[in-house]
């Protein structure tokens, strides 16, 4: 089956203690990409990635690092996670980009990830 | 900074009525407008989507009509079901980027 795997989906820690959220898809993707939720705020982008080894910021970057070394999996990392990093995080893959040419390239998907951090 | 805006943040309807939710964008660079239907639990799934040469997509009972020149689009959907409850996101790119709009949670009463 198709799908985008983030582990784990619920996850509470304390501040500064270092985390990673994994994904990982098997729909040989080359764009992925993470979003965090918040009500009333919607989907904010963290980081993507094009494909292996390029990554690049998104809208809210602080706080949070990822890495692409396989095409399949696109971790994401907080190093020292802060109270106001609490939410519900979703990694996100497609064929290709999902503007310009690639018309036809959805975003797929995980289930997500609810972070809490104390 | 929210570059797509939508409204509104919450909607009820009652079953066989019309939903409507609106968005409205600042960059002009943007090029493909997907709507993405979430329900709880899971993540968002795409809905429908259009390019801003086309003024209208049509796929069932969902419906885009997209306004260049106001930068505005909207999501129609005839005949509301109580299976649409769900989070609608819009959304806009412009080639390697995705941003979305706040979310309506649209609630359709039996």
């Known amino acids: ?118 | 900074q929210q570059q797509v805006k939508q409204s509104p943040q919450s909607l009820i309807v009652q079953k066989g009525g019309i939903s409507i939710i609106n968005c409205a964008y600042e960059n002009t660079a943007f090029d493909y407008f997907p709507w993405y239907q979430q329900f709880p639990g899971k993540g968002p799934a795409l809905l429908i989507a259009i390019r801003p040469d086309v003024s209208e997509k049509k796929e069932g009972r969902f419906t885009i009509s997209f306004n260049k020149s106001a930068k505005q689009f909207s999501l129609h959907i005839m005949d509301s079901q109580p299976g649409d409850s769900a989070t609608y996101f819009c959304a806009a790119s412009s080639g390697s980027r995705l941003t979305f709009g706040e979310g309506t949670q649209l609630t359709v009463n039996p």
């Open chain 1, 1 to 118: 089956e198709a799908q985008v795997t983030q582990n784990p989906r619920y996850l509470i820690t304390v501040t500064g203690k270092k985390l990673t959220v994994t994904c990982s898809q098997n729909m040989n993707h080359e764009y992925m990409s993470w979003y965090r939720q918040d009500p009333g705020l919607g989907l904010r982008q963290i980081y993507y990635s094009m494909n292996v080894e390029v990554t690049d910021k998104g809208d809210v970057p602080e706080g949070y690092k990822v890495s692409r070394k396989e095409k399949r999996n696109f971790p994401l990392i907080l190093e020292s996670p802060s109270p106001n990093q609490t939410s519900l995080y979703f990694c996100a893959s497609s064929l290709k980009p999902p503007g310009g040419v690639s018309y036809n390239s959805p975003l797929h998907f995980g289930n997500g990830t609810r972070l809490t951090v104390t």
